[in-house]
């Protein structure tokens, strides 16, 4: 440690919140350069490839084949898949002399496409699994917590292609069973999720989440059945049709003063008979959706009163529309929207677009606006009154709810997205017309997944999982080094028996840090479990009396051992 390029802090990094990053920083491990663009110092960098090897152990475990593709990239084929375009602002785009365009990788599925269709050409070479451990780019809207995300990250990405479905449903099931590897003897406590597809297209995904307060993924789970699913991918559980010929008519209320829900449950409440909630209340939200290459057109969004509506989750539904609010000019625009007092007939008279919640089904029977300021509609009946264009999960999940698998409650919960696999199919395929020649003669389109693992943010995610008030605590499987062996006894013979001890533990294979440096113990042993070390040995005053310590720093044990067999204990307690 006496020369190693390393400066502890005292203090906590201005700009942290989240501990691992305060910890990260404090130790030494890694140093700002921008906002989400940092530097790896030994420390950390030694964390980072151990990681990187884990994954490079499992993905090789299930053929994967590794190869290393350029972060610059040219335009072209981000064009073929509109990408260029539909990445808006997270995408770093530059320039070259000759004023080409040119970008900095975010993700690589067309270029491992282009790639395969270069280079195969016969049935007989499927299937196969890419991949790469690379830095990837991304011009995210708030960099946070340090690495956890970066502008700058590593990712692992890879990719599978097949001639079918099954294939394809194989190499997924590969990775799925390679990332719990992976986590597993990362010791990461996470869950795997249901989710959407988000920008990439296709059908069948899931995450894998880390379970962390400070996550900026919100999950649910049902405790009954282990259902998980992120809350953009949770599917509402629609009640079933009701009879309605009993129902009365619907009646127009004069309602003065009723624009918010609160005060419409109100006044339902004095001037009816009953009981009523929100969740007797039809609102409706408008919204402009545009789907790629179209126009926007405005779309009435109808929810239980009691919910709002969940922005991501209607994103989601509709993806890879884009949704917007309504404007003030769009409002006045279409006179016809009563702000405050939207009902669904006017939307059905104008023409406009009308989705609904599943639990608006046939038979059931609502106060919703209509159409005039201060007049709501008491007993407006789906099905019967007014007939939705389809439903839409846009109403927010809360805890309670019931799990769409029916076996119990629904609890929510924060993680940080660790990994994401996902059966692309045939998007990039069919943009790049990426075929072989088949078994019959003739061409088989290939079909792709694609499989990601946050190789920096699982440093971060580690940190933020395992640490605890003093500092890093690695597991054994990442740690920069196994051994931090601190020197705490001024004395020759002591300084020197410390020394032998590192050279012995050295050749008995396990790595060690030693702290030479001409500091206090109390500095030290500081220093020591800021840096996380899983196994501290110390040589103190016990030497003269024929002892060192060794101390786990994930559960704070310490134990005294004899000088003479100090190595085997040590090596007992780094491999335990
Ligand atoms: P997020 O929702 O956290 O932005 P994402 O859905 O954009 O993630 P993918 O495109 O699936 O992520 O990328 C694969 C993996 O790369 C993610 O699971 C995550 O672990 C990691 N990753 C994504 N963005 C970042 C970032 N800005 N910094 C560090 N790691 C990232
Ligand atoms: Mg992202």
Redesign the pocket.
Request: hydrophobic residues 20%; without cysteine; aromatic residues 6%.
């Given at each position: 440690m006496s020369t190693l390029f390393l400066r502890t802090l005292r203090d906590d990094p201005a700009d942290a919140e989240v501990p691992s990053h305060k910890l990260l920083v404090r130790a030494g491990y890694v140093r700002r350069v921008a906002p989400g663009v940092y530097s790896w110092l030994p420390l950390g960098l030694r964390v980072l490839k151990a990681i990187e090897n884990v994954v490079r152990e499992e993905m090789n475990a299930i053929g994967g084949q590794e190869i290393l593709l350029p972060a610059l990239l040219p335009r072209e084929p981000y064009d073929t898949t509109n990408r260029w375009t539909e990445y808006g602002d997270a995408l770093f785009r530059l320039k070259d002399r000759k004023g080409a365009d040119m970008l900095l990788g975010p993700?690589h599925e067309e270029l491992f496409a282009t790639l395969v269709k270069g280079e195969y050409s016969s049935y007989k070479d499927m299937p196969v699994i890419l991949y790469q451990i690379q830095t990837k780019y991304?011009d995210?809207e708030r960099p946070r917590a340090g690495i956890l995300?970066?502008r700058e990250?590593v990712?692992k990405d890879a990719y599978s292609f097949d001639l079918d479905d099954d294939g394809l449903k194989t190499a997924y099931n590969a990775h799925r069973e390679a990332y719990q590897k992976i986590f597993e003897r990362l010791r990461i406590e996470y869950v795997i999720v249901a989710a959407t597809s988000?920008a990439m297209g296709g059908s069948a995904s899931e995450e894998f989440l880390a379970e962390s307060a400070v996550g900026?993924?919100t999950f649910v789970r049902c405790v009954e059945s282990g259902y998980a699913a992120n809350v953009e991918a949770v599917v509402t559980r629609a009640p079933e049709p009701l009879p309605y010929d009993d129902l009365p008519e619907a009646v127009v209320h004069d309602t003065p003063g009723t624009p918010t829900i609160d005060s419409l449950v109100d006044w339902a409440n004095a001037a009816l008979d009953g009981q009523y909630s929100g969740a007797d209340t039809l609102k409706n939200v408008l919204v402009k959706l545009r789907a790629p290459g179209g126009e926007w057109e405005i779309t009435g969004i109808g929810v239980p009163g009691d919910r709002e509506v969940d922005f991501k989750r209607l994103e989601a539904s509709v993806e890879p529309a884009e949704v917007e609010l309504l404007t003030d000019a769009d409002f006045a625009a279409n006179p016809f929207l009563v702000k405050g007092y939207i009902g669904p007939k006017a939307l059905a008279e104008n023409g406009v677009r009308y989705l609904v919640d599943p639990r608006v089904v046939e038979g059931t029977s609502w106060i919703t606006g209509a159409d005039q300021p201060g007049r709501h509609y008491v007993g407006l009946v789906a099905g019967r009154d007014f007939t939705p264009d389809g439903t839409v999960e846009a109403a927010e999940i809360r805890d309670g709810d019931p799990s769409p698998d029916g076996a119990g409650p629904l609890v929510s919960a924060k993680g940080i997205?660790?990994?994401?696999i996902f059966q692309l199919g045939q998007k990039y395929t069919d943009a790049f017309e990426v075929d072989v020649l088949g078994e019959n003669g003739k061409p088989v389109r290939l079909t792709q997944g694609s499989y990601?693992?946050?190789v920096?943010?699982l440093v971060a995610v580690i940190a933020e999982q395992s640490h605890d008030d003093k500092g890093l605590r690695w597991p054994k499987s990442v740690a920069p080094f196994a051994v931090h062996l601190v020197i705490a006894n001024k004395d020759e013979a002591a300084v020197a028996g410390a020394e032998q001890l590192a050279a012995d533990l050295d050749a008995a294979g396990l790595e060690v840090l030693l702290d030479d440096r001409k500091a206090s113990p109390g500095v030290k042993f500081k220093d020591a479990e800021l840096l996380g070390m899983p196994t501290i040995v110390v040589v103190g005053r016990g030497y003269a009396n024929g002892t060192i310590e060794i101390r786990d720093r994930f559960t704070g044990e310490a134990t005294e051992v004899a000088v003479d067999t100090a190595v085997d204990s040590v090596v007992a307690a780094a491999r335990a």
């Open positions: 993700t991304r995210e995300r970066g990250f990712m988000g900026e993924d997205e660790i990994g994401h990601g693992v946050g920096s943010r």
